[in-house]
């Protein structure tokens, strides 16, 4: 069985005030919750107040990306062994986000891949299509090919540590919802792929969330789809009673 895993992707958002009061509320209004993972993802600058603040709740941190070097001459980059100092868990890598204004690439997120496994910090790798894409039917083909490029050269044992969110790009902040169907079929092809590399034995272990305008009214539909195991959420993270909704999905 695999837990589902919500996480919250603050993105740009809260100031470290706001974030200690935002984080304040989730762990009061979250703290009955159980057998669901909970992460948030707030910037770098707030992530050490909000640590403070849920440290012994069932909330886990996680940063929104890391540079694959441990440390150097990188002006305005943050490391992994800066993150693990912090107490941070989590890391999502190649955000859509990242890939489109960041010039992320395929390759940069496997070296961060890599380097986060290797710091013992679980990845939340991200793969989506464009709504261009989609409509030339490439979506399958681009996820796949996504997810090979993101897991290459990962020990077996590794894999079993991270999480892929599909966050079909169109769907990101839009209000527009893959349907719950259409985001099953799209994880089953990323478990399949997963299968394909280490077997399907061990992709059947990993966790794939689905993002993109996830908030209290669908969380439960798309949660209900098998292949589904989670939800990275953005909007609808910044605000405890919509995120509370999700996570009792
Ligand atoms: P929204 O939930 O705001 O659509 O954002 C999704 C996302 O990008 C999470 O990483």
Redesign the pocket.
Known sequence: MRTPII?G?W?MNKTPREAVELSTQLKADLADVKGVEIVICPTFVCLPAVKEVINGSNIKLGAQNMHWEEKGAYTGEVSPSMLVDIGVEYV?IG???RRQYFAETDETVNKKVLSALSYDLKPII?VGETLEQREQGLTEELVASQTKEALNGLVTDAVKKVVI?Y?PIW?????RTASAKDANDVISVIRKTIGSMYGQDIAEQVRIQY?????GGNARELMAMPQIDGA??????LKSDEFYKIVNF
Request: aromatic fraction near 0%; charged fraction near 10%.
């Open positions: 996480a992707n993105k999502i955000h859509s986000e991200c969110a966050e769907a990101i902040g839009t209000g993002g993109g305008s996830v908030n990275l959420v953005g909007g609808a993270s």
